[in-house]
Antibody
Framework: QVQLVESGGAWAKPGGSLRLSCAASGFIFGDYYMSWVRQAPGKGLEWVSYISGTSHYTNYADAVKGRFTISRDNAENSVYLQMNSLRAEDTAVYYC????????????WGQGTLVTVSS | QSVLTQPPSVSAAPGQKVTISCSGSSSNIGHNYVSWYQHLPGTAPKLLIYENSHRPSTISDRFSGSKSGTSATLDITGLQTGDEADYYCGTWDTSLSGAGVFGGGTKLTVL
């Protein structure tokens, strides 16, 4: 069955960097878009970014554009989120999700990894 | 402020029916399919409804969805205590360069 396991969440200072990873299994990874979605404490879900199966297409929420970079390694069945210039408002649980097709539903999700940004 | 608007909370007794609304605009709900997700704190969100009204095979037929114009609704019938969770609508927004958007979430309480 589809399994997504995030890692890399940690504490970071404002202005710092973190790299999140998501290991996928149970499906042909390169056939799917993948996305990152986050949930800040006490808040709702917020879409962050997606990447196409071939890495040709990426997209970002305005809140992270220019600071976060999504990438993937299809040989490793993994998707990554490089987060630079971190801010307190980036504090959240970060989920990776499989996108069924372009502009389609996010049909499988991981358990999430916690990122805390504070001084 | 979320792009899609949902009521913050709804409640009903076990066995009853509840409806959760999701309001958007022509650039998101009016232009794309709507999905619904169930989220219990500390767990992975779960896809309940996709393409406005389709259920994954693992989802109970107590859950149903519909869309009309720039609004969508999620109905849950035969409420069970295990349905207590946060529910989110989601889609994509052409006016935001195709970015993903979610509603603010609705907390369902089964009294």
């Amino acid at each position: 069955q589809v399994q997504l396991v995030e890692s890399g969440g940690a504490w970071a200072k404002p202005g710092g960097s973190l790299r999140l990873s998501c290991a996928a299994s149970g499906f042909i990874f390169g056939d799917y878009y993948m996305s990152w979605v986050r949930q800040a404490p006490g808040k709702g879900l917020e879409w962050v970014s997606y990447i196409s199966g071939t890495s040709h297409y990426t997209n970002y929420a305005d809140a992270v554009k220019g600071r976060f970079t999504i990438s993937r390694d299809n040989a490793e069945n993994s998707v990554y989120l490089q987060m630079n210039s971190l801010r307190a408002e980036d504090t959240a649980v970060y989920y990776c999700a499989r996108v069924r097709y372009f502009d389609g539903p996010q049909d499988s999700w991981g358990q999430g990894t916690l990122v805390t940004v504070s001084s | 402020q979320s792009v899609l608007t949902q009521p913050p909370s709804v409640s009903a007794a076990p066995g009853q029916k509840v409806t959760i609304s999701c309001s958007g605009s022509s650039s998101n709900i009016g232009h794309n399919y709507v999905s619904w997700y169930q989220h219990l704190p500390g767990t992975a969100p779960k896809l309940l409804i996709y393409e406005n009204s389709h259920r994954p095979s693992t989802i109970s037929d107590r859950f149903s969805g519909s869309k009309s114009g720039t609004s969508a609704t999620l109905d849950i019938t035969g409420l069970q205590t295990g349905d207590e969770a946060d529910y989110y609508c989601g889609t994509w927004d052409t006016s935001l360069s195709g970015a993903g958007v979610f509603g603010g979430g609705t907390k369902l309480t089964v009294l």
